[in-house]
């Protein structure tokens, strides 16, 4: 499961166990990820280990937050792991305009430390105006409800370079593709302004949302000004891979995205 999330590609499972409860694609299903993680992680007695809170939140979570909370423990998964924020497998849509390529993105990873649970603070204070840049050290999303324009955010940092990169989620499922891109440009356009005052090792802002379907030759996509990451019901396998992407197929299904 590890493997196949680092290289972006499909693994074979060498175990017969295993085998016997994989289906056509060589998935097993999440409970058993769940069951096997636990047994293996150092946080297995833990009720708020990541990998427990992923699954948990999969189904104990209304649907309009399961999303949100789901994508921050997956988070902390991939920190308590060191896996890249993205795999190999994803589409990155990089404007012409940046001096970073899609490569640079998916060479990107959470500190350890991230594992740990997050913190209850908003990038934006109620006037719509910046009052917070997390640190590398933790993820980051807003206790009040009613938050604008992103859901959370986080701090990666590219493995070659050193260099960091702010992380923008907006996880709630969105019908208007529009509207998210919208809220999305809002913030990273913000937060850009902010930090060019400041004295910081962040040098890229990536924009991830979650969305109903999308055409990737779109103008909206094309030209919109940052880096982004557009999760569909056709392009989630690519960004989650194998048993995640299952868990997170029933979410979106839950919330209301029709299945193709």
């Known amino acids: ?66 999303l949100e909370h789901c994508g921050i423990h997956f988070d902390r998964f991939k920190a308590q792991y060191q896996l890249p924020v993205f795999p190999q497998s994803v589409v990155i849509h990089v404007p012409r305009s940046s001096k970073k390529t899609s490569v640079w993105y998916t ?22 105006n910046v009052a917070y840049i997390p640190t590398e050290f933790c993820l980051c999303h807003p206790e009040d409800p009613n938050h604008q324009y992103i859901d959370r955010t986080a701090v990666a940092t590219n493995q070659a370079t050193g260099e960091e990169c702010l992380v923008l989620y907006q996880d709630k499922l969105n019908a208007d593709l529009s509207e998210a891109l919208r809220s999305l440009k809002t913030a990273a356009s913000k937060i850009e302004k902010f930090l060019k005052k400041k004295q910081t090792k962040i040098v890229s802002i990536l924009c991830v949302a979650q969305v109903v379907s999308y055409n990737r030759d779109s103008t909206s996509v094309k030209k919109f000004p940052f880096p982004i990451v557009l999760i569909d019901q056709k392009s989630l396998r690519n960004v989650y891979r194998g048993t995640f992407a299952n868990a997170i197929e029933y979410q979106r299904q839950r919330s209301g995205c029709p299945q193709l």
Request: aromatic letters at 12%; glycine letters at 4%; proline letters at 8%.
């Open 107 to 128: 060479n990107l990873f959470f500190s350890l430390e991230a594992s740990g649970s997050a913190a209850r603070t908003s990038v934006f204070d109620k006037k719509g």
């Open 1 to 66: 499961i590890l493997e196949e999330y680092r290289s972006g590609t499909k693994t074979l499972l060498t175990f017969p166990q295993a085998q016997e409860f994989a289906n056509a694609e060589g998935v097993v299903p999440p409970v058993l990820a769940w069951m096997a993680f636990s047994e293996c992680s150092p946080f297995s007695c833990d009720p708020l280990s990541p990998i427990q809170s992923f699954f948990s939140n999969s189904l104990n979570r209304d649907p309009t937050k399961q």
